[in-house]
């Protein structure tokens, strides 16, 4: 690629010919070949979407189904070989067995016939006669779809197509709309028969039942979320003192009191007696794990906040100058905005298409008309292919707008004039990206993945194997999960600054990280004291964000307990909460880091004299040398905080 100068500058130079480090004016496409994988990844992505729409329906999930195929509370479409199917059931929302006071299960099936009524018997029913007055007062026929109120009576063989007298009175049921019993002895044997189906079922289709019925509560939370982290950057962009105080002691104030919720609540579900659900114990186990892990992030937090409270007035001075930038470049705080939106939609997308993954199955007919769904062979590889997608994808998204960030800093950062910034930074950036870039975003993103995806199958092995391993096996695991999750948080600190690389010198992944990564280490020291603490507030913001939200979603699901397995779609609302706050508040981070990026390439190229004059303004050029403690004799034009380049050119801004 031509740059300034003369000199040519390939990916595959060595290591010892010096980098000219300048933003490019032409530029050519980087990582061609990881985007072209990322377009056929998104191919499969779209036939697993095109297979669950037509061989799933997430309702039956929650509305549940009667014998014959029919989902109710809705309209249906008639199945093959059942003549009773493709009714509509708009107004028929309860499920009612005809049997329900000797029910029996069967390879995960109730034996009894099943209807939709309308409304559930609330009177006990002894005869037929009782039946039909009560379908001809409340308009819920109690008896097979085909036999006719009036021949309730007069039908030989009503006896056959009609509930078992006496019918017990009963109450429709929460989640999956079943008509209760509330006779003691039928409702004894409902609720065993009824807790075996659901603890025989697998632990995916438990957690697809929990967020199905808590979908209000979910999105609900996600825009607390969104409105946490809108104030969060506001706030930062004005940022004083008390600020930074009120934000710290909010911190403290939600992790004691998020993990006394924790423990209060886990104490009261494990001492309750009617604890029998599956969904039950898990939700135990969970709130279990997430009070030991809030109480350990709260001790860890606090240690931290003691320690790092001296360098509090140089946070907000820090804060201030990464606000002066962004007032320059105003767009970039609705940067995030967007970011979100995209993730809304594309989490929404993942989402249907996981419940419709999950009930896929094909409607087969059996004897007397009725129908049954099996489970379609393959669905677990679609599952995790379309696990591994939300991981991918997310984090393609993120790396988007941090490349987005950087290059708009790295346009005002180059520029003489920095009371007349370039003209649509952000606009441009974006081009940039889209034109050249996205393969880099989409290889540093698929790094990510690949050191996220092993820790998920360590949890998974870990949560099947705990009842048989040994405490050497559970140490070694946890050790595993640690090793990749720190592997993970440095491998995200590289990818930032390989963007800013590609977004100066127009490089691939792996030129621009080798690049980073050799300017970093020659400043490491200097680099690493002056952002550490910056850092640290801004994940505290994150903290505040997932807190508060986690906090608000106890207290609605505390409210849901029947059959919900409501502690994994709370750990779902933590995980967007915690997005959500690092999509925002990364304006600032990733601004701080490429500013501070930039500003050792500008010391490194440049000596400050009339024929090199440095690009960084005196605020910052200050703020760095009484952050590294130089003394107040020295002239700022004389010092050299960073490494000298003999050979350095001056650097050109970009157009």
């Known amino acids: 690629m031509e740059r300034r100068g003369g000199r040519r500058q390939d990916s595959g130079d060595s290591v ?14 980087t990582d061609t070949l990881w ?17 669950a729409v037509m061989a799933g329906a997430a309702e039956r999930l929650v509305l549940g189904y009667d014998s014959f195929g029919n989902i109710c509370g809705r309209k249906n479409t008639p199945v093959k070989g059942a003549p009773l199917s493709g009714q509509d059931m708009t107004n028929k929302k309860y499920v009612f067995f005809l049997n329900s ?13 099943s209807l939709c009524v309308s409304s559930c018997p609330q009177e006990q029913l002894n005869s037929l006669e009782d039946l039909q007055s009560f379908a001809r007062n409340n308009g819920s026929c109690l008896c097979i779809y085909n036999l006719n109120i009036s021949s309730y009576t007069l039908n030989p063989k009503a006896a056959e197509l009609c509930p078992t007298l006496p019918v017990p009175p009963s109450k429709s049921f ?33 957690i697809l039942s929990g967020i199905l019925a808590g979908r209000d509560t979910v999105i609900g939370l996600s825009v607390l979320a969104l409105a946490f982290s809108f104030i969060l950057v506001l706030a930062f962009r004005f940022i004083r003192t008390l600020l930074v105080h009120t934000l710290i002691a909010l911190v403290v104030f939600g992790l004691l009191f998020v993990s006394g919720v924790l423990w209060w609540l886990y104490y009261d579900y494990r001492n309750d007696p009617s604890t029998e659900l599956e969904t039950e114990k898990e939700n135990v186990k969970f709130l279990l794990g997430y009070a030991i892990f809030s109480t350990i ?5 606090l240690s931290l906040i003691l320690v790092l409270r001296k360098r509090l007035q140089f946070t907000v001075q820090l804060f201030r100058i990464v606000g002066k930038i962004i007032g320059r470049i105003p767009f970039l705080l609705f940067q995030p905005l967007w970011t979100f939106l995209i993730l809304i939609v594309f989490w929404v997308f993942w989402v249907a298409v996981l419940l419709s993954l999950g009930t896929a199955g094909t409607a087969q007919t059996t004897s007397g008309g009725q129908v049954e769904y099996r489970a379609l062979s393959g669905i677990c590889y679609m599952a995790w292919y379309h696990f591994v997608g939300l991981i991918w994808t997310t984090e393609f998204i993120l790396a988007c707008q941090e490349m987005t960030i950087a290059g708009a800093v790295v346009t005002c950062y180059f520029n003489r004039n920095k009371n007349s910034p370039p003209p649509h930074p952000v606009l441009s950036s974006i081009s940039v990206l889209f034109c050249y870039h996205l393969g880099t975003a989409v290889k540093g993103s698929f790094l990510v993945t690949i050191l996220r995806i092993p820790r998920i199958v360590l949890l998974y092995l870990y949560n099947i194997l705990k009842q048989k391993e040994s405490a050497c ?24 600054h390989a963007y800013t690389t590609t977004a100066i ?7 621009s990280a080798k690049d980073a990564v050799f300017t970093l280490a020659k400043n490491s020291a200097k680099l690493a004291s002056i952002s550490c603490f910056g850092d640290f507030v801004l994940f505290l913001g994150k903290v505040f964000v997932v807190c508060f939200t986690v906090f608000g979603g106890l207290m609605a699901f505390n409210y849901h307990r029947e059959l919900q397995a409501w502690v994994v779609p709370l750990l779902l609302v933590g995980f967007f909460a915690y997005v959500m706050s690092h999509s925002f508040l990364s304006v600032f981070e990733v601004t701080a880091d490429a500013m501070f990026l930039c500003f050792a390439i500008d010391m490194e190229t440049n000596d400050g004299s009339a024929e090199k004059p440095y690009f960084v303004d005196q605020e910052l050029l200050t703020f760095v040398s009484q952050s590294n403690k ?3 004799g020295q002239k700022y034009r004389s010092v050299r905080p960073f490494q000298d380049n003999e050979d350095g050119t001056e650097l050109q801004p970009m157009t």
């Open 16 to 29: 010892s010919e010096l980098r000219e480090w300048r933003p490019v004016i032409y530029r050519k496409c």
């Open 35 to 51: 985007l072209l994988l990322f377009f056929l990844f998104w191919a499969g992505l779209m036939f697993i979407t095109g297979y």
């Open 101 to 113: 006071c000797s029910l029996e299960m069967q390879s995960l099936k109730i034996s009894s016939l």
């Open 174 to 206: 929460p989640l999956f709309n079943r008509c209760v019993p509330q006779n003691p002895e039928c409702y004894s044997k409902y609720a065993s028969v009824l807790i075996s189906m659901v603890n025989e079922m697998d632990v995916f289709h438990r």
């Open 297 to 301: 992030v709260t001790v860890v937090l």
């Open 473 to 496: 096996a559970k140490c070694l695991f946890k050790c595993c999960f640690c090793w990749f999750w720190c592997q993970e948080s440095c491998l995200r600190y590289f990818n930032q």
């Open 505 to 511: 010198n127009g490089t691939n992944f792996c030129t």
């Open 630 to 632: 130089l003394t107040e």
